[in-house]
């Protein structure tokens, strides 16, 4: 349905509408730099965006790129890499904000819109471990005496992608299973997702608030580490072999993140009909 909106809307017009209490409430769709600075920036890039012909998908179809462009960043050796790809995470995310306030504007949001959002996110959280296993691979296999461990790694890092896949898949899991049982769509808000802390994965889960290691799993803040990693490789200079670390130690641990997902979910309130 069409809505008649300004031509030249002023930045009030634009908060008003696209970014209602209800969006900056919501827990699990907004990184925690939303709150922190993009939302307060996206609006301006917004404001351009809405005084084109650019359709809410099309901003979409950007956001996906710059996520895309992440990936390919990381085979760039050095340290300017990983410097790329963090300016295209943030690229990223005020293509994320925007996207969403370009069809709230327009009044033109549709489950399309939702999916085309969600094959981004899945495929540059995927092509991120597998790129940076192919920047290891490279680099250790120009060193005679480590070698032998890039084969190694360029695999688990193809095993870490399918992972953080499986782990950002999990809570979509539980949408689809609550719409097949004809139950409500989940607010997206703390109080929905609580799980009780009488039970020993509810408790796990409050302890794990303090030490929010899954967080680490998300596109910016891998980029931001494999900066760091990538900065110590270059000081120590054994390029690749930082690298090499991540991955071996974020494979197992994102193994014990998609265990901790599983059992939350199958405890909580969110699957019982």
């Known amino acids: 349905m069409s809505v008649e ?9 634009l908060r008003e509408v696209c970014q209602p209490p209800e969006v900056k409430a919501r827990k699990n769709a907004e990184h925690w730099t939303a709150e922190l600075y993009l939302r307060h920036i996206s609006i301006y890039l917004t404001a351009v965006l809405v005084r084109t012909r650019i359709t809410a998908n099309g901003v979409t179809g950007l956001m996906i790129l710059a996520g895309w462009c992440m990936s390919l960043a990381l085979l760039i050796p050095g340290i300017w890499g990983p410097i790329l790809a963090i300016v295209l995470s943030q690229v990223q995310l005020y293509f994320d904000c925007s996207d969403g306030e370009v069809a709230r504007w327009r009044a033109s949001q549709s489950p399309r819109g939702i999916f085309i959002d969600m ?20 680099e250790l296999s120009a060193q005679s005496e480590l070698s032998n461990q890039a084969w190694p790694t360029l695999f688990m890092g193809a095993c870490l992608a399918v992972l953080l896949v499986l782990n950002r898949s ?21 109080a929905a997702r609580a799980v009780s802390t009488t039970t020993l994965i509810g408790r796990l889960r409050s302890l794990a608030r303090f030490l929010p290691f899954h967080r680490l799993l998300h596109a910016v803040e891998l980029s931001l580490i494999i900066l760091v990693c990538s900065i110590i490789s270059a000081l120590a200079g054994t390029p690749g072999m930082a690298e090499k670390w991540m991955i071996w130690i974020l494979l197992p641990a994102c193994v014990l993140v998609n265990v901790g997902h599983f059992l939350s979910n199958m405890v909580s309130s969110r699957l019982k009909a």
Not at 120 to 134: D, F, M, R, V, W
Not at 177 to 183: N, P, S, T, V
């Open 170 to 190: 999990q809570s979509l899991m539980v949408h689809a299973a609550r719409g097949m049982a004809g139950l409500g769509k989940l607010p997206d808000t703390a």
């Open 5 to 13: 909106r300004p031509k030249n809307p002023t930045l009030e017009q």
């Open 119 to 138: 094959v981004g996110h899945h495929t540059t959280e995927a092509l991120i471990p597998i790129a940076l296993g192919y920047r290891v691979f490279n």
